[in-house]
């Protein structure tokens, strides 16, 4: 038959069993599935771009390129090409003077434009309200309530930078790109680049940071970042939102995880509905294709006439879904109004097609095994019905569904260790849950002689067959576990999560504490701050040499941008400890108590610096401090949590081992807000120490999980969608015997009361069974995840006891709806329909 009237036939016979009941539940399974992924998409893209949007006021722009050398013309040249807008920006330390005493302050040079995201806030006195916008104009200088209190000073009042006089006329309270480096914060003044030059303050050799702030479109950003990465000079780097700050790069890291976690979950119970409409699908045309046969189609044709029908109503279910899915997720988005920013960027058809693409690969692998059935009905089943085709090979079926899932898998970029632990944990719940179910209904059959009538009817339909019965409470099992470990997701390990950043988690920073006040500091901030970190010594030095090489040979073949190449081109804060960091769980080695000292000090590293230098327990490492060099062995490697706002070293050294160096202490802690006065008071009851306040930054990560939360939760609406769809298939997988039986029984005498008894015990029991593998796999799932994917302490979950409950229920009213019609139809009707 030639593909055209192939086709119109595969029309025909789509148009005329539109209404049957299995066409309908495969329909709107994959509408779901399809409107799920495409409404999760687009959700998950434009509020990952609206946070790395907000991530980006941390840089002051979408890309910033920083050195201690200024970027080249035709660096600059380049980007302007592309139409990106462009703000230069030179940051150095300096030695404010004005009549009433001189002060290190951190200056910050910009021009006009500054900043190209977020926006500086600063008010007209000490401690009045702050106003957004502006900056300093030539001749003049914004700086922090600290600089003013430190000298005496008022707005109005001059100070000299350099060999430059510039007049303070506002008091500085913000600025987006101030959270990047705690190490090297003073008082922060703020003047337009127009004077730098006047203050003969940067002279060749002058140790100053260069900034180049970029803003444009993300092609072109994308475009300019390939143009000038394979020529950026040793002492550049290129930073963008995700790389550029360690807390926000990690918060969106996990806000994508958990989000694509939600996206697998209803991926899964997509391809569960599909599979379950799939195989009644086939079931039910096993006698058109013996006829189809016997009338001169061929296995090839047969086959390709059901493909096609499956394919259209594939496409027509995914177009829909698509719409569906973007109608969605402009509903959400409207009803978050108040609770996202105004600027959430659109996502273009990406999402939509993704979501299309999704519904129709499950379609295709969940789908296959079923219609290779239909292409081998022998055409002798026409006269002898109980004849049943070839079942497809085991590998053909399982490969085909691991394959579809492996491409959903990929499509959706999902993290491999999160997607391996979730598989690894769904398999192996199914295959122990499932064999002791399927032995636990072997052994209720000697109960049903002295069991009432009811239960005889309502177990004897899952006993008759056990593996039928085992599979459907799995496919049950499975919809209660996607949706409990999206319930877990969200009340758990966010919560989590947030726990790890507390509401006195602390805020501020104290560097600069020389050791004659080292004892009279802890003292007073004790009184302040019952749980301040400990007061770590820090020398700046320079990692120089591996195992007796210099360390810059080692590493000519790596990355520029690498961590290991970026922490040699600049000082590192070294420190000593005789006790490990709370926060510092060792990978490897020991510590200082637990192995003898050998010939030379040891020093223990920070894992992640330690991969990229390659570096290996009993390493000799160098540093130069202040042209004092010291040498140690490698005793250990440390995985060290960035976002917890406490002191932390790349490098921590034994006691004693930097001993006759100049050393400063630094500490963190909490200070309640509206608490300006005692700060200015600890200022100035200790001059010299530099307080450095991170509440800007500590306000946007928890806006951040704010929104990781919502999504989360409004994510869980299309998992119970995709979850419902699952069930309805599932029940109407198994319908045609369940109505057959209850027209028999009718026939036989049976009452509509004794039927709905039955029935009720029937899914009951098998919403109880399946409730407990849920709750069962997700104790189990949610281990391997919080031990391999999230890295946080694993508890138990009592909650998880109410799904043998919630699935009873859910089950049980499913299946009473999805059967009525065998108790509101004739009986003979209904025999002679089936």
């Known amino acids: 038959m030639p593909f055209p009237r192939l086709l119109m036939l595969a029309l025909c016979s789509l148009q005329r069993d539109a209404r049957s009941g299995e066409l309908r539940v495969l329909f709107f399974a994959l509408l779901i599935a399809v409107a799920a992924s495409t409404a999760i998409g687009y959700f998950s893209a434009r509020l990952n771009a609206a946070m790395l949007l907000r991530a980006t006021e941390f840089l002051g722009a979408d890309i910033v390129l920083s050195g201690t050398t200024a970027p080249n013309p035709e660096q ?19 030695v404010i003077a004005s009549d009433n005493g001189i002060q290190l302050a951190s200056v910050k040079a910009v021009g006009n434009g500054y900043p190209l995201r977020g926006e500086v806030k600063s008010s007209a006195a000490l401690y009045q309200p702050s106003q957004s916008g502006g900056q300093p104009a ?3 200088a914004w700086a922090e309530a600290r600089l003013f209190v430190a000298l005496g000073l008022t707005p109005g009042d001059s100070i000299e930078v350099g060999s430059k006089a510039l007049k303070l006329t506002r008091v500085l309270t913000y600025e987006p790109d101030s959270a990047g480096d705690f190490y090297s914060f003073n008082p922060r003044i703020l003047m337009h680049i127009e004077d730098l030059a006047a203050t003969e303050i940067v002279q060749p050799g002058s140790r100053v940071r260069w900034k180049a702030l970029w803003r444009g479109s ?12 394979s020529e950026l000079l040793p002492s550049q780097r290129i930073q963008d939102a995700r790389g550029g700050n360690q807390q926000i790069g990690g918060a969106l890291q996990r806000a994508e995880r958990y989000l694509n976690l939600a996206s697998l979950a209803a991926v899964l119970l997509a391809g569960v509905a599909v599979a379950l409409s799939a195989a009644r699908f086939a079931s039910r045309r096993l006698d058109t294709s013996a006829l189809l046969r016997c009338l001169g189609l061929s296995r090839r044709e047969t086959l390709a006439l059901f493909a096609l029908q499956l394919g259209l109503l594939g496409v027509t279910a995914a177009l829909i879904g698509a719409v569906v899915g973007w109608l969605g997720q402009l509903g959400l988005f409207a009803l978050l109004k108040g609770l996202l920013p105004a600027d959430l960027p659109a996502a273009g058809l990406w999402p939509a097609l993704a979501g299309m693409m999704s519904g129709l690969i499950a379609l295709a692998g969940f789908a296959l095994s079923p219609l290779l059935g239909l292409g081998r009905v022998p055409p002798l089943r026409v006269l002898r019905r109980d ?4 079942p497809p090979a085991a590998w053909l079926v399982y490969g085909s569904a691991l394959l579809a899932l492996a491409l959903i898998m990929w499509r959706m970029s999902l993290d491999l260790k999160l997607t391996l632990s979730l598989l690894a944990g769904g398999l192996l719940a199914a295959l122990l849950l499932g064999a002791l179910l399927l032995s636990s209904l072997r052994g209720l059959r000697h109960l049903l002689a002295t069991a009432a009538l009811p239960w005889r009817l309502g177990l004897g339909q899952l006993l008759r067959h056990p593996l039928s019965a085992a599979g459907q409470s799995l496919a049950f099992g499975l919809i209660l576990l996607a949706m409990a470990l999206i319930v877990l997701l969200r009340s758990e390990l966010l919560d989590t999560w947030q726990a790890q950043l507390p509401d006195n988690a602390p805020n501020l920073f104290a560097l ?5 006040q080292r004892d009279a500091f802890a003292h007073r901030l004790a009184e302040l701050s019952p749980r301040a970190a400990p007061l770590y010594p820090v020398v700046p030095g320079r990692l120089v040499a591996i195992n007796g090489q210099a360390i810059a040979e080692l590493l000519e073949q790596d990355k520029p941008d690498s961590q290991g190449r970026r922490a040699i081109r600049r000082d590192l804060a070294l420190t000593w400890s005789s006790e490990l960091p709370e926060s510092n769980p060792l990978v490897a080695g020991s510590w200082w108590n637990d192995a003898p000292s050998g010939e030379l000090p040891r020093v223990s590293v920070e894992s992640t610096l330690a991969e990229s230098l390659h570096l290996n327990l009993g390493d000799r490492l160098r540093v130069n401090i202040g042209g004092d060099e010291r040498e140690a062995v490698l005793s250990s490697l440390r995985k060290v949590q960035w976002d917890n706002f406490q002191p ?20 963190s802690f909490y200070l309640p807000a509206q608490q300006d006065k005692t700060l200015v008071e600890l200022a100035r009851q200790f001059p010299t120490v530099t307080l450095v306040q991170v509440d800007a930054l500590l306000a946007q990560l928890r806006q951040i999980l704010a929104q990781v939360s919502l999504a989360v939760e409004y994510v869980l609406l299309f998992v119970l969608a995709a979850g419902i769809a699952v069930l309805l298939a599932g029940l109407n997988a198994t319908l045609d015997e369940r109505i057959r039986q209850a027209a028999l029984l009718r026939v036989l005498g049976a009452k509509r009361e004794l039927l709905n008894q039955a029935r009720l015990r029937e899914f009951a029991l098998l919403g109880l069974s399946s409730g407990l593998l849920a709750a069962l796999g997700c104790e189990l799932v949610s281990f391997l995840l919080y031990r391999y994917a999230f890295d946080l302490p694993w508890q138990a979950h009592p909650w998880l006891l109410l799904l043998p409950l919630l699935g009873a229920i859910l089950v049980s009213m499913a299946g009473l709806l999805g059967t009525r019609r065998a108790l509101s139809a004739s009986p003979l009707t209904l025999l002679r329909e089936l």
């Open 76 to 94: 600059i040249e380049r980007g302007l090409r592309l139409g990106l807008e462009h703000v230069p920006m030179v940051e150095f330390s300096s």
């Open 138 to 140: 030539a001749g003049e």
């Open 218 to 229: 993300p092609e072109a950003l994308k475009q300019w970042q390939e143009q000038v990465a």
């Open 387 to 390: 004849l049943l085709p070839l």
């Open 512 to 516: 600069n504490i020389v050791p004659e």
């Open 648 to 667: 932390n070293f790349y490098l921590i050294f034994e006691p004693d081992s930097l001993s006759g160096l100049p050393v400063t202490y630094m500490t």
